[in-house]
C-alpha cells in the first residue's frame, strides 16, 4: 500500500512539472513577412520663391519599414532625406499606411501615403509637416521588387513641394514575434522541436569625435558666416547590424551631433561589413557606409560616404566594447573629417531556435518585453534664437524594452511638423518605471528620466544636450495595444530651453524572442 501511495505520488509529480515546463514548441508566435524599402526622387526647389541662392532640383531619398495587416494593407516607418542639390540636413520622419493589390502574375498595383514632420531650410518648410503620396506598379519576384511610382512631396506648412516619377528598391525581412503575456519568460528547445532559424544582430550606442579638414566650414548661423571648422566635433549614435553569413552583415545607422556646432547636424548611413580576423573573444572589422549627412555646415549635396576599421572585445556572451576608425566625407560637397570613437555593443540571436549558420539548437529562448509606440508631441513656449519663440507640436516614434515587469529603458526621435521650426529634431534616451495595472486590468501608472540631444529650427538648445522627465497613465485595451498620455518638462542645460511637454499616442507591445546558447 506504501508502495503504490509513493507511485501515486510519483506519477503525479510529473504529471505536475510537465504541464508547467515552457516549451519552444508550446510558444505561439507569428510570423511576419515585413519589408525594406529604399526610394529615390528627383524634385523641382522654390527657386523663384527666395532672395538666396539655391539649386534648381533636390534628390529625396527614402528608406522605409513596412509591416503587413492583411494580403493587401500595410502600415509602417521610416525618413526621407535629400542626397543631391544643397539640402544637406533635411531629414523627415513619418509613417505610412498604403495598399498593394494583384494585377497579372508578378506585377501588382502599390499606392501609399506618408506623413511626418522634418525639414532642413526652415524658410522651406516652415513648421515642418510634411506629406508625400505615391501611386504606381510594383513588380515582384521571389520576395524582392522593384516599382515606378507617381509622387508628390508636399511640406505642407511651407513652400517646399514638388512632383516627379519616383522608383524603388524593395527587400524582404523576417520578425517572429509572440503576444505580449508570454514576455520576461524562458522556453526551453526540445530535441524535436522544428527547426527555425534565428537572426544574429548587434545594436550599439556609437560615441565619434570627428577631427575636419580641407574646406570644412559652417553654414550661415554662425556669425561671420561660412567659418573654417578646425576644432573636435562630438557625435553620438545608434547601429544596427544584422549577419548575412558568420562574417558578413548589412547595417544601418543614425548619428546626432552634442558638441562643437550649435545643434543640428545629422547623418543616417546604410551599408555592408566584414569580420576580417574573428575569434571567440575579439575581431577586427571593416565597414563601408552611404547615406546622408548635414545640419549646422556648409550647404551641400548632402551624399555623404564613411568607410571605417576597428576591433572589439567581447565582455560577456552578450556584452562587448569596440574602437573605431573612418573617413567621413560628403560626395561632391566640401565637408570631410578623419572620425575615431567607441561603441558598446550588444550581440544577440533572435526570432528562432536554431542558429542561422551551422543549424544548431539553441538551449532555450528568452522573452523579451518590447513596446513601439506613435505619439504627437506638444512643447509649450519652446526658446529660439533669431525668430519669435512659440510652441511646437512633434511626431514621434519611441521604443520601450523591459528590463522587468516594472522597470524599462527607451529610445525615442522625435521631428518638429507645426511651430515655425522644421528642421527640429531631438533623439533621446531614457529609464522608466512603472505601476501594476488597475481598475479591471486596463489602467497603469509610469515615470521617466529621459536625456538626449536636439537641434535645428532655430530652437536654443545651445549645443544640443537635453533633460525631459515624464509621468504618464496607460489604458490598456488588451495586453498588446495602449493608449497613452504623459507630460513633463524638456529643459535644455546648455541653452535656453525650459518647455512644458504634453503627449498622446498608442503602443503596441509584443514579445521579442532572444535565444540562449
Do not use: C
Request: proline fraction near 3%; aromatic fraction near 16%; avoid cysteine.
Amino acid at each position: 500500500m506504501k508502495g503504490l501511495i509513493s507511485l501515486a505520488i510519483y506519477v503525479f509529480s510529473i504529471a505536475i512539472f510537465s504541464q508547467s515546463e515552457l516549451t519552444f514548441s508550446s510558444l505561439p508566435f507569428l510570423e511576419m513577412n515585413n519589408k525594406i524599402r529604399v526610394s529615390y526622387l528627383t524634385i523641382p526647389q522654390p527657386t523663384d520663391k527666395v532672395s538666396y541662392a539655391l539649386e534648381p532640383k533636390m534628390g529625396f531619398a527614402g528608406l522605409n519599414y513596412y509591416i503587413p495587416l492583411n494580403s493587401w494593407l500595410y502600415t509602417g516607418a521610416g525618413f526621407y532625406t535629400a542626397i543631391t542639390g544643397d539640402q544637406g540636413g533635411l531629414f523627415t520622419l513619418g509613417v505610412n499606411l498604403g495598399t498593394n493589390l494583384a494585377i497579372y502574375k508578378n506585377l501588382f498595383f502599390d499606392t501609399n501615403i506618408y506623413v511626418g514632420g522634418g525639414g532642413g531650410y526652415r524658410t522651406l518648410v516652415n513648421g515642418g509637416g510634411i506629406i508625400v503620396p505615391n501611386i504606381g506598379l510594383q513588380y515582384k519576384k521571389n520576395g524582392y521588387s522593384f516599382g515606378v511610382q507617381y509622387s508628390y512631396m508636399n511640406f505642407f506648412t511651407g513652400i517646399q513641394k514638388g512632383d516627379n516619377i519616383s522608383f524603388f528598391l524593395e527587400i524582404p525581412t523576417k520578425l517572429r514575434i509572440a503576444p505580449y503575456k508570454y514576455a520576461q519568460k524562458r522556453y526551453k528547445v526540445k530535441a524535436g522541436s522544428k527547426a527555425r532559424k534565428g537572426v544574429k544582430s548587434i545594436q550599439q550606442v556609437k560615441f565619434d569625435f570627428f577631427y575636419p579638414r580641407g574646406l570644412t566650414r559652417t553654414d550661415a548661423s554662425t556669425n561671420p558666416r561660412y567659418q573654417s571648422i578646425r576644432h573636435t566635433l562630438y557625435i553620438i549614435g545608434f547601429e544596427y547590424q544584422r549577419y548575412l553569413t558568420p562574417n558578413s552583415f548589412v547595417y544601418t545607422h543614425v548619428d546626432t551631433m552634442y558638441k562643437g556646432l550649435t545643434a543640428g547636424f545629422m547623418d543616417l548611413f546604410f551599408g555592408i561589413g566584414t569580420n576580417v580576423i574573428n575569434t571567440q573573444y575579439v575581431n577586427f572589422f571593416a565597414k563601408a557606409g552611404i547615406g546622408a549627412a548635414g545640419g549646422r555646415i556648409f550647404p551641400e549635396n548632402g551624399l555623404t560616404m564613411y568607410p571605417s576599421i576597428g576591433a572589439s572585445v567581447k565582455l560577456s556572451k552578450s556584452f562587448g566594447v569596440s574602437a573605431h576608425t573612418g573617413y567621413h566625407r560628403s560626395i561632391g560637397g566640401t565637408f570631410e573629417a578623419i572620425t575615431s570613437g567607441f561603441s558598446l555593443k550588444y550581440f544577440g540571436l533572435s526570432g528562432g531556435n536554431t542558429d542561422p549558420f551551422n543549424n544548431k539548437k539553441f538551449k532555450e529562448i528568452v522573452t523579451k518585453g518590447i513596446g513601439i509606440s506613435l505619439q504627437d508631441q506638444y512643447y509649450k513656449d519652446v526658446s529660439k534664437f533669431g525668430i519669435p519663440n512659440s510652441d511646437l507640436k512633434l511626431v514621434a516614434i519611441k521604443v520601450f524594452y523591459d528590463l522587468s515587469k516594472r522597470l524599462f529603458i527607451s529610445g525615442e526621435a522625435s521631428f518638429a511638423y507645426l511651430g515655425e521650426s522644421g528642421g527640429y529634431a531631438h533623439g533621446v534616451f531614457g529609464l522608466g518605471i512603472r505601476t501594476n495595472k488597475f481598475f479591471n486590468n486596463n489602467v497603469s501608472l509610469y515615470a521617466e528620466a529621459a536625456a538626449g540631444v536636439a537641434g535645428g529650427g532655430r530652437v536654443d538648445s545651445g549645443e544640443g544636450v537635453l533633460v525631459r522627465p515624464t509621468a504618464g497613465i496607460n489604458y490598456h485595451v488588451n495586453n498588446n495595444f495602449s493608449f497613452n498620455i504623459s507630460g513633463g518638462q524638456m529643459w535644455s542645460p546648455f541653452g535656453n530651453v525650459n518647455s512644458l511637454n504634453a503627449n498622446f499616442g498608442f503602443t503596441y507591445n509584443m514579445a521579442f524572442l532572444s535565444a540562449k546558447k
